[in-house]
């Protein structure tokens, strides 16, 4: 939903003017640096948990870290166990389905662009066709695409449009529409079935308020609630390994059999700072200068680009 709002949003701003290359090319060096990060550790820890016996071939290996960085495998949504480490998408907490998702929504932009948007950047739209078509060949079989999340999409194109209509903006950035955002938010979580269309309709209504600015007050402006908002793609992607860590390997079974409250109550918390500060490292020393180095890399294809145009 953030996705398609954040997007759709700069489509309905830039329309024709949109630079695709210049997009995908943000968007690798935004998603994948801090990704490498996490994959890099999850064969890291695979390896010391099989004592570092390779139980798989080079072969096998090789093809399973490139179902990893495509977020593919044999059985999606959820990515293929390595080296016969079971289960190796709980090192991860299994986040990788929505990156899927993602890289989908990107691809069909241009195509929705010509379609509802009536961009005339059609060369665009027919290779985002041929993209869209080739990743739903690849990904559509045995659940690797659910429609109902789909609509997820639709949420944030709507609150796009939302967005920019003023008197509407004022109206959801006062205290009643907060407070029915809240309702319908708890009402959502507490009562909806999570494949129920109504959950992405109650989802929406919530999201709409907070795009339109409504704060709550100021919980949404605090500074530890921005902070966090900055680094929770590292968060997203790191907090399967501390979990797992925490719970397998520093304080296994507690959770379990011998299940002990006081103590879980406790380990999470440390985990949450942990991961806090795992994820604000990840941010400083990865994700921006990953940012920094795809805005040098679009100067030199831009640059490329201009030279191999042919002059007019």
């Known amino acids: 939903m953030v996705t398609a709002f954040l997007f759709w949003g700069r489509l309905l701003d830039r329309r024709d003017t949109m630079d695709w290359l210049g997009f995908f090319n943000a968007r690798i060096h935004r998603l994948y640096p801090v990704y490498l990060l996490s994959l890099s550790l999850v064969f890291a820890t695979v390896l010391i948990s099989s004592g570092f016996h390779v139980r798989e071939s080079f072969g096998s290996l090789a093809t399973t870290l490139m179902q990893w960085l495509v977020f593919t495998g044999a059985t999606p ?17 299994g986040v990788t389905w929505s990156l899927r998702y993602e890289w989908l929504f990107y ?15 059609y060369m665009a739209g027919a290779l ?25 999409f639709l949420g944030g194109i709507f609150a796009a449009h939302w967005v920019r209509n003023s008197k509407l903006s004022e109206i959801s950035r006062a205290w009643p529409a907060g407070l029915i955002a809240v309702m319908t938010l708890v009402a959502t979580v507490a009562w909806v079935p999570a494949n129920s269309p109504l959950t992405v309709a109650g989802l929406t209504v919530f999201f709409i308020v907070v795009a339109s600015g409504q704060d709550f007050r100021g919980c949404l402006t605090a500074p530890a609630i921005l902070l966090l908002g900055e680094i929770s793609y590292g968060v997203y992607l790191l907090h399967g390994l501390v979990i797992w860590a925490m719970f397998t390997q520093l304080l296994p079974g507690i959770t379990g059999q011998r299940f002990e409250p006081s103590i879980f ?35 030199i294809l831009m640059n490329l680009s201009n030279r191999l145009a042919p002059a007019r």
């Open 77 to 93: 949504p959820l990515p293929p166990d390595i080296n016969g480490f079971q289960h190796t998408w709980m090192l991860i907490a």
């Open 107 to 121: 691809l069909a932009l241009p195509l929705l662009s010509c379609l509802f948007l009536r961009s005339k950047n």
């Open 128 to 152: 985002s066709l041929l993209a869209s078509l080739t990743f739903v060949a690849l990904y559509g079989g045995n659940e690797g695409i659910n429609v109902k999340l789909l609509g997820c």
């Open 265 to 299: 109550f406790l380990a999470v918390p440390i985990a949450s700072i942990i991961l806090v500060l795992l994820a604000i490292q990840a941010s400083l020393h990865i994700e921006r200068p990953g940012i920094r180095l795809g805005k040098r890399h679009h100067k």
